[in-house]
């Protein structure tokens, strides 16, 4: 079975640049997560949807940021514009179902450099 | 700010021991999960305990919950070098809808 999936693996880009991370959840999961893993602050949730609406997105950390879930198969993370401080390794991590009791299946993760 | 804190923040144990960590929290929960990343990966579910539980066991993991010092503990039996990952717990706060909050994480190193 696929697992959820995430492009790119791995993103080098320029401070200033626009960054735009993907992820496709695993088919019939309902709810999607973004985190984001750094050293200092450990891992953060930034946002999450519930079929495909965005439930709380408390954790984005400036306008800089941005996420989409056009479809239930589908979402991005932007960044416009990047910084240095935005390097990171981020993940999605999606759910069968918005009930509590769910564990959460973790993509890969985009580990991204801001130069 | 992060809802649950591991203890010890590293573990370096032998093959064959156990190994056990500790996490604490702060708000009540709905339930607690504990999960583990290798190396370069994304995290793995290993086992949830739900708020009116004590303890669970799956294979060599055992964990305990503790509502009223708001702690819980992972136990690894009989630890084999596949087991060094970094284990994290992850709590579902009352309130908060179906997300979850992660600690810090302890790193487990299993030497063969």
């Known amino acids: 079975d696929a697992g959820v999936i995430q492009s790119p693996r791995h993103e080098v880009t320029e401070m200033g640049q626009e960054v735009t991370l993907r992820c496709k959840p695993i088919?019939?999961?309902?709810?999607l997560f973004w985190y984001r893993q750094t050293m200092m602050r450990g891992l953060e949730l930034l946002i999450y949807?519930?079929?495909?609406?965005?439930?709380?997105d408390s954790g984005m950390p400036e306008d800089r940021f941005s996420a989409k879930m056009p479809n239930a198969s589908f979402s991005t993370l932007k960044i416009q514009p990047s910084e240095p401080r935005d390097s990171a390794v981020y993940f999605c991590?999606?759910?069968?179902?918005?009930?509590?009791?769910?564990?959460?299946?973790f993509g890969p993760g985009t580990r991204l450099t801001v130069l | 700010s992060q809802q649950g804190e591991e203890d010890p923040q590293a573990l370096s144990i032998q093959e064959g021991e156990n190994a056990t960590m500790n996490c604490s929290y702060k708000?009540?929960?709905?339930?607690l999960q504990w999960y583990r990343q290798n190396s370069g990966r994304g995290l793995v579910h290993l086992i949830l305990?739900?708020?009116?539980?004590r303890e669970k066991h799956s294979g060599r993991l055992r964990v305990t919950l503790d509502t009223s010092k708001k702690s819980s503990s992972l136990l690894i039996t009989a630890s084999r070098a596949a087991d060094t990952a970094s284990y994290f717990c992850?709590?579902?706060?009352?309130?908060?809808?179906?997300?979850?909050?992660f600690g810090g994480g302890t790193r487990v190193l299993v030497k063969p």
């Open positions: 991590a999606s759910s069968p179902t918005s009930g509590r009791d769910n564990e959460q299946f």
């Open positions: 708000t009540s929960i709905n339930n």
């Open positions: 949807f519930n079929n495909n609406v965005p439930i709380d």
């Open positions: 305990i739900r708020s009116n539980e």
């Open positions: 992850a709590t579902s706060p009352i309130g908060a809808g179906n997300k979850l909050t």
């Open positions: 088919s019939g999961h309902n709810s």
